[in-house]
Every structure is written in structure tokens, then in C-alpha cells.
């Protein structure tokens, strides 16, 4: 079954871009069914989405986060990779990568995420 | 779109029920989607479209829509039931309900 797994930094200096990757085994991310996501839990409290990116390139980022982020793919490695630029010690959380897909219910589209990674802990700090 | 979750914290004892409770605020038809998380884990997707469970979620595992009222029903507790739970629309998430062993 297919399975996410988040690697990058654990410590990142402020004002500096936080870069993460997310492998995806077991299955190939260019399938076409799923929207690659990125979520974020600062310690202690809830959950935050922060984009989703298409095999094909096209992305949705979390409006209140839009011009700090990005998020990118390579459909040869199967790897997508998330990119925060300027950070502060506010974007101290636990980042998860997670496989987010559409179901058609009674004619409306509703987004869920399936498969999660184990998320990885990213400090901000000098 | 805002959802809001009660209680924020839930004490009962393994063999009860459990009943947990996301409004939103305005009009999501069936949008909805419960999430588990256990201490130290990833969240993990019990329910989407408000009443359809995930692959492998247990049947006492339950959820139901009234209008703008979504409620999660767990019958039955056992001790790996107890965690926080997450609704979620579209890009949004309620601030969690933490059911504790009692």
C-alpha cells in the first residue's frame, strides 16, 4: 500500500526557507486520483493545511499562508517537496505530507486526506 | 467557513459511548470528514463524505449530519479509541476534541 515519508531539517534559523521532502512508495504519484498535501501542527495544538499540489504542476495553497509557500513536484523520483520562505519561531510545528483525493457525493466533490505520513518536527531557531 | 467542535474534552470509560459534535458555520451539505489522532501520531482519516467510513475503520465508528450539526458517534469505547478528533472541510479544521480515559 502506498506509504508518505517526510525528510528535511529539523532546525531552521529565522528568516530562512524551510524545505521539506515527502517520498511516496508503493505507488506512483503521477496515478492522476490524488492531490499531494502538506499540513502542519504547531506543538501542542491543532491541525493547519497548508497546499496541495497535482501531478501535473497545478497547486492550492491555504490563502493565509500564499506568499510564504511552495509546493513542488518530481513525478521521477516520486518525491513532492514544500518550501516556507521567511520563517519565524510561529512556524515551529510537525509537518505531514498526506494523499488527499475528491469523492463525488450526490453531485459535490468533498476533499479528504487517506493516507498520511508519520510527520517530521521542524524547530525555528538562531 | 468555520467549524467549531464540542466538548473540547470528553472523560468516559472503555465500553461506553461517545458522542462528539462539529458545527459549522454555514452550509457544507455532506462535506465533511472525521480524523483520529493518537499521541505521537499522524492523523488518520475514520470518515469522509459525514457517514461513509475509510477503508478498515471499525463499525463502531459512526458519523451523522443535521443540518449544519455533524456528530461522531463511537459506540462500545475501546482504550485505542481514546485520542483527539478532528473535523475537517475543505482546507479547514475544527480545534479538536480530546477524549481521555475516565
Known amino acids: 500500500q502506498v506509504q508518505l515519508q517526510e525528510s528535511g531539517p529539523g532546525l531552521v534559523k529565522p528568516s530562512q526557507t524551510l524545505s521539506l521532502r515527502c517520498s511516496v512508495s508503493?505507488?506512483?504519484?503521477?496515478?492522476?486520483?490524488?492531490?499531494w498535501t502538506w499540513i502542519r501542527q504547531p506543538p501542542g495544538k491543532g491541525l493547519e493545511w497548508i497546499g496541495y499540489?497535482?501531478?501535473?504542476?497545478?497547486?492550492y495553497y491555504n490563502p493565509s499562508l500564499q506568499s510564504q509557500v511552495s509546493i513542488s513536484v518530481d513525478t521521477s523520483t516520486n518525491v513532492f517537496s514544500l518550501d516556507l520562505r521567511s520563517v519565524t519561531a510561529a512556524d515551529t510545528a510537525t509537518y505531514f505530507c498526506?494523499?488527499?483525493?475528491?469523492?463525488?457525493?450526490?453531485?459535490?466533490?468533498?476533499?479528504?486526506?487517506?493516507?498520511w505520513g508519520k510527520g517530521t518536527t521542524v524547530t525555528v531557531s538562531s | 467557513i468555520v467549524l467549531t467542535q464540542a466538548p473540547a474534552t470528553l472523560s468516559l470509560s472503555p465500553g461506553e459511548s461517545a458522542t462528539l459534535s462539529c458545527r459549522a458555520s454555514?452550509?457544507?451539505?455532506?462535506?465533511l470528514a472525521w480524523y483520529q489522532q493518537r499521541p505521537g501520531q499522524a492523523p488518520r482519516l475514520l470518515i469522509h463524505d459525514a457517514s461513509v467510513r475509510a477503508t478498515g475503520v471499525p463499525a463502531r465508528f459512526s458519523g451523522s449530519r443535521s443540518e449544519t450539526e455533524f456528530t461522531l458517534t463511537i459506540s462500545s469505547l475501546q482504550s485505542e479509541d481514546f485520542a483527539v478528533y478532528y473535523c475537517?472541510?475543505?482546507?479547514?479544521f475544527g480545534q479538536g476534541t480530546r477524549l481521555d480515559l475516565k
Open positions: 499540489i497535482y501531478y501535473s504542476g497545478t497547486t
Open positions: 454555514q452550509n457544507i451539505g455532506f462535506n
Open positions: 498526506a494523499r488527499g483525493a475528491y469523492t463525488n457525493f450526490e453531485g459535490s466533490l468533498h476533499y479528504s486526506m487517506d493516507v
Open positions: 475537517q472541510q475543505w482546507i479547514n
Open positions: 508503493g505507488g506512483s504519484i503521477d496515478a492522476g486520483e490524488y492531490y
